[in-house]
C-alpha cells in the first residue's frame, strides 16, 4: 500500500513540474484525498451485503469483515439477502439506501447499472490489485461502452458437464473419456437403458437450459456468432442458430420427464441420488455433494461440454465471474470501495478460504495447490477454454434474456417441432427492442 | 322555476352545518385525494409509459415507442395469449364452477342442515391464509420430491410432472385456487342470507314452492347488492391471479398469466415498458366488463 501510494505521489511530481504549479496543487489534492479517504474509513461503519449461501456465505463474509475491520479500523454491518430477491429488485435497492459494498456479477448485469450511475467506478481500486489480476478478468470487470470497471474480479466457476464416476464405470465406460460426441450419446443412452435419466435437465426457473443453449451454440457455431447472436449482430431465424436447436432437440427423448418442474437444485438432487448419467451445471453445487458425504464428493466428475464441430473444438466455456461491487447512492463510499479492495485481495482471498470458501479465485495470488482432484479438475476444464462467455443472462441484455430467451427455450422443450415459430417470434421481439 | 330551484338548495344548506362541512371534507376529501395520489396519478403514468421505452432508472432515458409495446405484445409474443387463455380458463372455471359451489354451500348451511356449524370452519378455513401461503403448503406437497410424491412412493427421478404439466396444471391450479374461493363466496353469501327475512321464505314455502323455486324466486332477487359484489370479486380475483402462481413457479412463463407478465416485464432484470402495455391491457379487461356489468345492474334497480 505505502509503495503504491510514493508511486502516486511521484507520479504527481513529475506531473507538476511538467505542468507547473496548478498541476501540482491538483498532485497534492489527489494525496491528500486518498489520505483523507483513509482517515474517512478508520472508525466508519462500512454496509456489507451477501447474496445468499446460507451459513457457509455468511461465516466467509464474517471472516473476512472482521480481518478488514483489524486491518483498517472500520466497523462492517453485513446482512444476508435471498439471491435472487437481491437480483430482481436490484435497480430498486441501488435507488434506494444500498449497503455500501456487496457480492455481485460482472457482465451485463455491472455494466448496464454502472452506466446508469448505479455503481462506483471502481478505476482507482483494480489498478491497486491489477499485479494480482490476469488481463481476462480486467476485461471481464470493464463495461466495453464507458471503459470502466463497476466490479472488482473475484470468483468464477465453469459450466461442465458434470457425472458420477461410478454411474459411467457401471454402464462399462471410461469415466476419463466422455470427450467427444458419440461417448455424450452412448452415455446418455446406456444410462437410459438402466431405467434411469439420460441427460438430467431443469427448466424451471426458465434460466437454467440457458446453459445447455449456450454451450451447444459454441460448440456448433463458435464464440463469436454466439455473442454476436445474443447482440443482435446475428439473427435467431439462421439456419446455423435453428442447426443448434436440431442438437437440443437430439437431447430431448434424454430427459427426465419433468424437466419444467425442477430448478437446478432438482437436477444436483437427482445427481446425488445417482437417477441421471449427466448434467450440463455451473460446478457451485460441489459444495453440496461434499456436505452429503466425503464418498458422494470424490465420486463427482466435471468435463467440458463435448466438442461438436472440430473447427471449435472445446474452446469456449460458460464461465460466469462474481465480484464485488460498490453502490453509488452508498452512505460510506469511500468505506464501500475500501471493503471491495480488501475482498478482492490476496488477504481477503486468504481470510475467505480459511473460513470454508471452496470458489476459485482469479487473482493471481490464489494458491490451488492444496486443492483437491475434483478442484483441479475444475481448473482444468477452465483451462481447456480460450473463449469465456458469462452465461446467456449476463452477456445478454437483462429485457431480453429474462423475458423473450427463457420462456423460448422452455416452449422449445415442450414443443420441439414448433422451432422455427418459436425463433421468428425471439427474433421479432429483438428487433422491437429500443436502441441502448 | 326559480322557487323550485332554491328550496332544495336552502335546504340543503340548512342541513350543513359548519362541523358537518368539516366533516364531510376530511372524510371525503382526504380519501379522495389519497385515492388521486396512490391510485389514479400512479394509473394515468403507467398508460403514459406503456407508450414509451424505458429501463425505469434515469428519467431522461425515457424514449417515445408510440404503439410499439403493444404491438410486439400482440403480434410477436406467444406468452401474451396463453396468459390470455389461462385467465380466461381461471374466470370462466370461476363463474361456472367455484362460485355457484360457494353460493349452493352458503345456502345449504344457511338451511341449518346437520353439522353446519362444522362444515362453515372447515371451507372458511383456507379463506384465512394468503394465496401465497396456500401456493408454499401445495408445493410442498405435490412438486417432485414433494410430500404427496413421496406417499406415492415417487423420488424426484421418477416423479409425477404435475406443474410443468401442460395437461393437468391448470385444473390442479384451478383447484387449489377454488379451495380457497369457495369459502369466500360462501361467507359472503352467508352473510347475505341471513339478512333474507325468513317470513318471505315461509310465505313461500305455504303457497306450495318446491326449495329450488323458492331459491331462484325469492331468495336470490332479495340478494341483488350480494349478488354484484360476487359477480365482480370473481371477475377480479380471476384477473388479477398472481400469487399462488408466482410461489408455485418462482418464474413467470410456465404458467403464464397477464399479471405474471406485468411483473416480468415491468420490475427486476428484465423490466421495459412492456410491462406497462400489460398492465394497461389488464386494466381495460377488468374495467370493461365490471362498468359494463355494474350499469345493467344499476338500471334494472331503477326500473
Not at chain 1, 460426441?181 to 438430467?200: A, E, N
Not at chain 1, 427423448?253 to 441420488?273: E, T
Amino acid at each position: 500500500m505505502s509503495e503504491e501510494k510514493n508511486v502516486l505521489s511521484r507520479r504527481s511530481v513529475i506531473k507538476g513540474a511538467a505542468v507547473g504549479g496548478a498541476a501540482l496543487a491538483a498532485g497534492s489534492t489527489l494525496s491528500a484525498g486518498s489520505a483523507d479517504a483513509a482517515t474517512k474509513v478508520k472508525g466508519s461503519t462500512v454496509k456489507w451485503t451477501t447474496r445468499g449461501g446460507g451459513a457457509t456465505g455468511d461465516a466467509i463474509a464474517k471472516a473476512v469483515n472482521d480481518a478488514f475491520t483489524k486491518k483498517t479500523g472500520a466497523k462492517v454491518v453485513a446482512q444476508q439477502v435471498n439471491s435472487d430477491d437481491f437480483q430482481n429488485n436490484f435497480a430498486q435497492i441501488m435507488q434506494g439506501s444500498p449497503d455500501d459494498a456487496f457480492g455481485w456479477m460482472a457482465g451485463y448485469r455491472s455494466n448496464h447499472f454502472g452506466e446508469m450511475g448505479l455503481l462506483a467506478d471502481l478505476t482507482r481500486e483494480i489498478g491497486h490489485l491489477k499485479t494480482n489480476l490476469p488481463a481476462a478478468a480486467i476485461k471481464g470487470s470493464t463495461s466495453p461502452v464507458s471503459k470502466k470497471p463497476y466490479i472488482l474480479p473475484t470468483t468464477y466457476y465453469p459450466w461442465g458437464l458434470h457425472y458420477r464416476k461410478s454411474m459411467v464405470k457401471d454402464i462399462g465406460m471410461n469415466p476419463e473419456k466422455i470427450g467427444n460426441w458419440d461417448d455424450f450419446v452412448k452415455l446418455m443412452t446406456l444410462t437410459q437403458k438402466k431405467g434411469l435419466v439420460g441427460y438430467s435437465l431443469g427448466a424451471k426457473g426458465g434460466w437454467e437450459a440457458m446453459g445447455t443453449f449456450d454451450i451447444l451454440n459454441a460448440r456448433i457455431n463458435g464464440y463469436k456468432y454466439h455473442i454476436d447472436l445474443l447482440n443482435g449482430r446475428a439473427k435467431w431465424t439462421d439456419a446455423r442458430t435453428k442447426e443448434t436447436f436440431k442438437y437440443f432437440a437430439q437431447l430431448i427423448p434424454f430427459m427426465n420427464a419433468n424437466v419444467m418442474d425442477i430448478s437446478w437444485d432438482g437436477m444436483r438432487d437427482l445427481l446425488l441420488q445417482k437417477k441421471t448419467g449427466a448434467m450440463m451445471m455451473g460446478s457451485w453445487f460441489a459444495n453440496d455433494f461434499k456436505a452429503k458425504s466425503q464418498a458422494d464428493y470424490d465420486d463427482l466428475w466435471v468435463v467440458p461440454f463435448p466438442e461438436i464441430n472440430p473447427k471449435f473444438g472445446v474452446d469456449t466455456i460458460d464461465a460466469p465471474l462474481d465480484g464485488i461491487s460498490v453502490a453509488a447512492n452508498g452512505k460510506n463510499i469511500s468505506g464501500g470501495k475500501a471493503l471491495a479492495e480488501f475482498w478482492a485481495s490476496p488477504e481477503g482471498i486468504a481470510a475467505a478460504v480459511k473460513a470454508g470458501d471452496t470458489n476459485i479465485y482469479v487473482s493471481k495470488s490464489f494458491d490451488t495447490s492444496g486443492y483437491d482432484a475434483f478442484n483441479k479438475q475444475k481448473l482444468a476444464v477452465l483451462a481447456a477454454a480460450s473463449n469465456i462467455m458469462f452465461f446467456l443472462d449476463r452477456d445478454a441484455r437483462g429485457d431480453f434474456a429474462g423475458p423473450v430467451v427463457g420462456p423460448a427455450i422452455q416452449n422449445f422443450i415442450k414443443n420441439p417441432a414448433d422451432i422455427n415459430k418459436i425463433l421468428e417470434n425471439v427474433q421479432a421481439q429483438w428487433d422491437a427492442l429500443p436502441k441502448q | 322555476m326559480k322557487t323550485a330551484v332554491t328550496i332544495p338548495k336552502n335546504r340543503n344548506r340548512r342541513s350543513l352545518s359548519k362541523t358537518d362541512r368539516l366533516t364531510l371534507t376530511t372524510f371525503i376529501g382526504i380519501p379522495t385525494l389519497l385515492q388521486i395520489i396512490l391510485l389514479w396519478v400512479p394509473a394515468v403514468v403507467t398508460i403514459i409509459l406503456s407508450f414509451t421505452y424505458w429501463n425505469g432508472i434515469r428519467l431522461k432515458d425515457v424514449q417515445w415507442a408510440g404503439i410499439q409495446n403493444y404491438k410486439n405484445i400482440l403480434f410477436n409474443n406467444p406468452l401474451f395469449y396463453q396468459a390470455l387463455k389461462n385467465n380466461g380458463i381461471w374466470l370462466l372455471f370461476f363463474i361456472v364452477i367455484a362460485t355457484p359451489l360457494g353460493i349452493l354451500l352458503a345456502y345449504q348451511i344457511d338451511r341449518g342442515i346437520k353439522g353446519h356449524a362444522f362444515y362453515e370452519s372447515i371451507y372458511y378455513l383456507p379463506v384465512v391464509l394468503s394465496l401465497a401461503v396456500i401456493g408454499i403448503i401445495w408445493n410442498f406437497m405435490l412438486q417432485p420430491g414433494g410430500f404427496v410424491q413421496g406417499l406415492m412412493g415417487r423420488d424426484i427421478g421418477n416423479a409425477i410432472s404435475i406443474w410443468g404439466n401442460p395437461k393437468i396444471n391448470t385444473w390442479v391450479i384451478l383447484g387449489i385456487a377454488s379451495w380457497r374461493h369457495i369459502g369466500y363466496i360462501m361467507l359472503l353469501y352467508l352473510s347475505g342470507l341471513k339478512s333474507v327475512d325468513p317470513a318471505l321464505k315461509e310465505a313461500a314455502a305455504i303457497d306450495g314452492a318446491t326449495d329450488w323455486q323458492i331459491f331462484r324466486k325469492i331468495i336470490l332477487p332479495t340478494m341483488q347488492p350480494v349478488n354484484i359484489i360476487i359477480v365482480v370479486i370473481t371477475l377480479i380475483e380471476s384477473l388479477r391471479a398472481f400469487d399462488l402462481v408466482y410461489i408455485i413457479y418462482g418464474s413467470p412463463t410456465i404458467f403464464p398469466l397477464l399479471n405474471l407478465l406485468v411483473f416480468q416485464n415491468f420490475a427486476g432484470q428484465g423490466i421495459s415498458m412492456k410491462g406497462a402495455a400489460y398492465a394497461v391491457i389488464l386494466l381495460l379487461l377488468c374495467i370493461v366488463p365490471i362498468i359494463t356489468y355494474l350499469r345493467i345492474s344499476f338500471k334494472e334497480d331503477l326500473k
